[in-house]
């Protein structure tokens, strides 16, 4: 893809969960102006689609995760078992990492089952396939503070190329002392996106992806930007902003320097 050959979908469901930020319905409203961010911790619903014993091994990011999505999904009252899936985090589950790290500094070196098959990048991802009972696509991606531009990119790849209806998925986590100190995220957050290759009843904009060389936005509101930079996933929240003004405009994103993305958004 170059500058001159945008990716083209609509967008047919939104999920947010952020530091005071539970849900789309709260975003839109302090994105709008018509509500202030009052800080707050990440709230983690229950993990609903899993069975016990898997909703009992699932994590903090499993459980942002399928939130997200299903959360997207239920408002593009999409089949989640049919959706194709696109899941970009830049350090998965920070909690795990850090168990597995203070286990390995024992003279017990044994690792539990179940954090071995958290720890892999993928987790979310096949608790999203079991819980969904799905067969459809799912990729998994990873590109530091570029995955949610990553993630994008491939999601609209697929909706493009497959003419399928897909699910993005972005998240992040943080991570406890003294890994804290080399990855500061402040908390775990995320958002997903339902998208399109076709309007419906269901769209609530087009969207258009493009490479492109800008500076990406910053947001004028100081609490919004600072979860913006520390958070990877939260560089979604200038396109945000947009969806929620229910505004046509253009804005930038972080990729990987020194190109960015150029989103356009125009309201259904």
């Known amino acids: 893809m170059n500058a001159g050959t945008p990716l083209r979908a609509w967008i047919e469901g939104i999920g947010v969960i952020a530091p005071g930020l539970p849900n789309w319905t709260a975003t839109r409203a302090v994105l709008r102006g018509e509500q202030k961010l009052a800080p707050a911790p990440s709230i983690l619903p229950a993990p609903s689609i899993l069975p016990p014993a898997e909703a009992r091994r699932a994590g903090r990011v499993v ?4 939130s997200l999505g299903l959360e997207a999904a239920a408002h593009g009252e999409a089949d989640i078992a049919e959706l194709a899936t696109v899941f970009a985090s830049s350090g998965a589950d920070g909690y795990n990492c850090h168990a597995l790290c203070e286990q390995l500094a024992t003279e017990d070196r044994r690792i539990s089952p179940t954090r071995f098959h958290n720890s892999v990048h993928n987790a979310a991802a096949g608790y999203w396939t079991i819980g969904a009972r799905s067969m459809a696509p799912c990729q998994f991606i990873c590109a530091f503070d570029a995955s949610f531009g990553a993630g994008l990119l491939d999601a609209m790849s697929q909706v493009c190329v497959e003419q399928q209806r897909t ?15 080399k990855r500061d995220t402040c908390d775990c957050a995320g958002i997903a996106l339902l998208l399109n290759s076709q309007r419906s009843e ?12 800008d500076p990406a936005h910053e947001l004028a509101d100081k609490v919004l930007e600072a979860l913006r930079r520390n958070v990877p996933a939260l560089r979604a929240l200038p396109l945000l902003e947009l969806l929620a ?13 020194p190109q960015q993305l150029r989103l356009v958004v125009t309201p259904c």
């Open 63 to 66: 459980k942002l995760a399928l």
């Open 167 to 181: 699910l993005l998925v972005a998240y992040d986590s943080e991570y406890p002392p003294p890994l804290h100190a």
């Open 202 to 213: 269901r769209s609530l904009a087009e969207l258009e992806v493009a490479m492109s060389a």
């Open 245 to 257: 003004r229910e505004a046509a405009g253009a804005t930038c994103i972080d990729y990987l320097a």
